[in-house]
């Protein structure tokens, strides 16, 4: 095998001009509105800034992407499975038809109906999600890839993406002899909630292979890091370089009224399962009870896809509370939101994941020039990040304090001083794909 891959490596060898070309597996990228694509398609204009030329292979359910960012390659691969299959099928029809009613999502059913007996047995053999197969279609495709374009290494990123990214990765490390740095959001093993996860043994299996094979894993977080060397023996090094998000976010206009009548709170994101607004939407109706005054000068808008579940534990408190739902709208429009906001909500999962990654909108907010309340699940370094930069950071759990801080904020409001804290050397995505380059470039040269 290793003799292959250096003969297959003379024939790619990459070019020697600029900082060469990267191959990016990434399934999610080019998903507007989805945070794992944002922190993806930042990470890649970045480095497109930074000379890297880059050749991005990613799954089909993705919008029109941008013709704006120079050095960059593009390629679209389904998944061969029937479940995924049908997950991309579906989400495609979704996007052109529209989710918004009954008869379309029926419509949506009909159509995709053909594959569901299929899917259903892969589930029952297989247990695990319905992107599992696109490790196969895209480790051919990356034969393809690597010939015509002659990629110095790949880069794979399950930023919110399913971990098959990586095998498609350690393929073509090790057919063409290039360095292989994988990157993760979230754990793919976490041992406190094995028994929630769905295709636990493929996201073990995946681990296994980035702690054996891979040439370097970054995390998004210091305690992911530790995490996975305290679980795993880990071949290649580590790196943890904070995400931030694109400097372009900053550009959107302050929309703010100079008097503004209502103080606003924003949450920006999907709120689903164990991520949800109950403790805020409780502590701000204690909030309410207590100082009347108050009464009608507060409002909650949220931006993001809802599940049932949330609308209606949000539908309970409409009676009391001011609450604007703008749904699932574009990065552009959210960022435009989120400007015309006081304060501007980062929700963790209440469950121990949260523990080991920090939410992708935290960057963002920390760009937007506003107040931010971050109601976090034992995580320091996420309160450390927030506090250091001047915001605020509370128990998800605890309705007291919260309730406390809304009553605080309030204040400060009434009196003129919630001005959000200026600050400098902020995480970008400029700073997080230098710090990669930086870290590519540290790597030992040990041929294969």
Known sequence: MQQCARDFADKVSPPSSGKGCWLVISYFSGLDGVACSHHIDDRIESLSRLGVETVVLSGPCRDAWSAAIPRVRRYSICSVSPAGLRYEIRHWLRKRLGDHSAVRRAIVDLLTLPLLPLEGIERLILRVGPTWSWCVSSSLAVLFVVHRHRPSLAYTSTAGGPPSAHVAGMIASRVTGIPWIGELQDPLVFEQCETAQKGIWFNRLVERLLCQHADGIVFVARSAEQDLRRRNKVRGATAAIHPGASPSVSL????????????????????????????????????????????????????GPLSEQIERRIGSFRSELDIVNLGNISRAACARASRMADVLLVIQHCNPISRYTIPSKTYEYLLLDRHILGLTYHNPELDDLLHRHGHRAVPVNDVERISAEIERIYDDWVSGRLVAPKQESLPTADTAAAELAEFVDSLPKVPR
């Open 252 to 303: 959107s206009p302050d929309c703010r009224e100079p008097e503004n009548a209502l103080l606003t709170f924003l949450h920006a994101g999907s709120l689903a399962r164990s991520r949800d607004p109950d403790t805020f939407l409780h502590a701000l109706s204690q909030f309410l009870g207590r100082r009347p005054d108050a009464a009608g000068r507060v409002r909650l808008v949220l931006c």
